[in-house]
């Protein structure tokens, strides 16, 4: 059984067939985010009553709209504009996916931060803490309403997937679609297993010949308008 206070993997094909191993985040390392986000949202609220203290009545009001936006647009906008991490979970090196593992959007985002006071309930998290712990992919209530996930951003996904990629042109004329098929390759290929990758190349081989993944990357450079190094 895997122990709930670490992390496993989550396995997602994507409609392309593509096998994506995902590290779900556990508690610890989420807990570690909030405590961070809290504190950047409390250091954020001191300075700005400090700088709205001399204006008198309407400087209070001005701060409550503050307070208010602090406190329900901080994650859903740095969730949606930094593809899904808040300061918190960059600085943990986690983040906020879909389940199918493509990037939330408003709609997610704004459904499992609106849902957070459920997982407060009835204190300190309790009942959120209870659904991390207790569900399979470590969701909290506010994350099975909104079909995400929280997964941690791996080192083999961080690596630049064009790195010491020299580019090689097809040879042949290429569609749109097999030319974003063979891009969209290169862009995942650190993201998926060797054997998976070499499957894959040999998929196209009617179509470009006796290839390999490592051919097949190369193609990808060539087609993002990569060019080889003098």
Same mark, same amino acid.
């Given at each position: 059984m895997t122990t709930p206070l670490l992390d496993t993997t989550l396995q997602i094909e994507t409609p392309e067939g593509v096998e994506l191993t995902l590290p779900t985040a556990g508690l610890a390392s989420r807990a570690l985010a909030w405590l961070l986000d809290a504190a950047i949202k409390a250091v954020g609220l001191v300075v700005t009553s400090i700088l709205l203290s001399g204006f008198g009545e309407a400087g209070t009001g001005l701060l409550l709209i503050i307070y208010f936006g602090f406190l329900w647009g901080y994650n859903v906008l740095f969730e949606v504009l930094m593809q899904g991490q808040t300061l918190g979970k960059r600085a943990t090196g986690i983040r906020v996916v879909n389940a199918d593992g493509t990037p939330v959007g408003w709609r997610g985002a704004s459904i499992r931060n609106l849902l957070r006071?459920?997982?407060?309930?009835?204190?300190?998290?309790?009942?959120?803490? &209870?659904?991390?712990?207790?569900?399979?992919?470590?969701?909290r209530l506010g994350d099975l309403a909104a079909g995400t996930i929280v997964v941690h951003t791996p080192a083999t996904a961080a690596r630049n997937s064009w790195a010491?990629?020299?580019?090689?042109?097809?040879?042949?004329?290429?569609?749109?679609?097999?030319?974003?098929?063979?891009?969209?390759?290169?862009?995942?290929?650190?993201?998926?297993?060797?054997?998976?990758?070499?499957?894959?190349?040999?998929?196209?081989?009617? &179509?470009?010949?006796?290839?390999?993944?490592?051919?097949?990357?190369?193609?990808?450079?060539?087609?993002?308008?990569?060019?080889?190094?003098?």
């Amino acid at each position: 059984m895997t122990t709930p206070l670490l992390d496993t993997t989550l396995q997602i094909e994507t409609p392309e067939g593509v096998e994506l191993t995902l590290p779900t985040a556990g508690l610890a390392s989420r807990a570690l985010a909030w405590l961070l986000d809290a504190a950047i949202k409390a250091v954020g609220l001191v300075v700005t009553s400090i700088l709205l203290s001399g204006f008198g009545e309407a400087g209070t009001g001005l701060l409550l709209i503050i307070y208010f936006g602090f406190l329900w647009g901080y994650n859903v906008l740095f969730e949606v504009l930094m593809q899904g991490q808040t300061l918190g979970k960059r600085a943990t090196g986690i983040r906020v996916v879909n389940a199918d593992g493509t990037p939330v959007g408003w709609r997610g985002a704004s459904i499992r931060n609106l849902l957070r006071p459920v997982d407060v309930f009835p204190g300190c998290y309790l009942f959120g803490c &209870l659904s991390v712990l207790f569900t399979r992919n470590f969701q909290r209530l506010g994350d099975l309403a909104a079909g995400t996930i929280v997964v941690h951003t791996p080192a083999t996904a961080a690596r630049n997937s064009w790195a010491d990629v020299q580019p090689l042109p097809p040879g042949i004329p290429l569609t749109v679609e097999e030319q974003e098929a063979i891009v969209s390759f290169g862009e995942r290929r650190v993201q998926i297993s060797n054997a998976r990758s070499e499957e894959l190349a040999a998929a196209l081989e009617p &179509l470009l010949g006796e290839t390999n993944a490592a051919k097949l990357h190369q193609h990808a450079a060539w087609l993002t308008g990569r060019r080889s190094k003098p």
